[in-house]
């Protein structure tokens, strides 16, 4: 079967550039945006890890700069944090990793991809830790946003960098106290807690980070109609 054939059979969180010119139609096309996130340009000797990856969009993008990438991720939708009244009660379209699988064989890549919740997440269980630890628009959906940073601080190397990049209430990041917003109270909700930017700083120390830098903040844009803010921290762990 044809490439364009076998993209087409599946549904696409990321837009990807695959073999033969085949451009997959993604919620999401990071391509213009990767500089807002502030990766190093060469990640040669790198071991990296993406924590949340659907597609595999910032894994192979890290794996291309020369890291050795580690992803995680669950397949199976109704294990996620969703409100009671969204979780799906039937396995919905068949396992996740479907459109990730896919690229990876056809990139030749050697990105290992391991079904590991966050919240589960240790050195023990993906071979110790890592220099560069990368996490996009993933707590944002999680119950409890401190234990997955929890877990992200002690997968990052002493003197080793984690990027984190969120979505943040705007309102509540003008006042000059820690605040995060309640969003479940709404059926079609999708987020628990929307933190301001002061509070996802807080938070990244109380986790175990010691130095939390702001590098930047932008509106993500969807393919469709909608734009996302997000906030880039870069965050460190003394050794
Ligand atoms: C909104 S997507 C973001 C995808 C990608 N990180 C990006 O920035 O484009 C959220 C991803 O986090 C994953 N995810 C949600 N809960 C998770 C958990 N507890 N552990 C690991 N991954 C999780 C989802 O399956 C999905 O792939």
């Known amino acids: 079967?044809?490439?364009?054939?076998?993209?087409?059979?599946?549904?696409?969180?990321?837009?990807?550039?695959?073999?033969?010119?085949?451009?997959?139609?993604?919620?999401?096309?990071?391509?213009?945006?990767?500089?807002?996130?502030?990766?190093?340009?060469?990640?040669?000797?790198?071991?990296?890890?993406e924590v949340g990856t659907w597609d595999g969009f910032w894994a192979f993008e890290m794996e291309r700069r020369g890291a050795t990438v580690v992803?995680?991720?669950?397949?199976?939708?109704?294990?996620?944090?969703?409100p009671p009244r969204r979780r799906p009660q039937t396995f919905p379209e068949g396992p996740r990793g479907a459109g990730f699988a896919l690229a990876s064989e056809l990139y030749g890549?050697?990105?290992?991809?391991?079904?590991?919740?966050?919240?589960?997440?240790?050195?023990?269980?993906?071979?110790?830790q890592f220099d560069l630890v990368f996490c996009g628009s993933v707590l944002i959906h999680l119950r409890d946003q401190l234990l997955a940073l929890e877990r992200i601080a002690g997968l990052v190397k002493p003197g080793g960098t984690f990027i984190s990049a969120?979505?943040?209430?705007?309102?509540?990041?003008?006042?000059?106290?820690?605040?995060?917003?309640?969003?479940?109270?709404?059926?079609?909700?999708v987020v628990f807690w929307m933190p301001s930017v002061r509070t996802w700083k807080a938070m990244l120390w109380t986790a175990g980070f010691d130095t939390v830098v702001e590098r930047e903040r932008f509106?993500?844009?969807?393919?469709?109609?909608?734009?996302?803010?997000?906030?880039?921290?870069?965050?460190?762990?003394?050794?």
């Open 1 to 49: 079967m044809q490439i364009a054939e076998r993209a087409a059979e599946l549904g696409w969180y990321h837009t990807l550039e695959l073999p033969d010119g085949v451009v997959t139609p993604g919620m999401f096309d990071l391509r213009g945006a990767v500089g807002h996130y502030h990766l190093p340009d060469d990640m040669t000797g790198m071991r990296a890890l």
């Open 71 to 82: 992803a995680i991720d669950l397949d199976d939708e109704r294990a996620l944090d969703w």
């Open 109 to 128: 890549s050697a990105v290992e991809r391991v079904v590991c919740s966050v919240y589960d997440a240790t050195p023990e269980k993906l071979g110790g």
């Open 166 to 189: 969120e979505e943040y209430d705007p309102w509540l990041s003008r006042l000059p106290v820690a605040l995060s917003r309640y969003h479940a109270d709404r059926d079609a909700a």
């Open 219 to 239: 509106k993500l844009q969807a393919t469709g109609d909608f734009s996302v803010r997000h906030v880039v921290l870069h965050a460190t762990k003394h050794g």
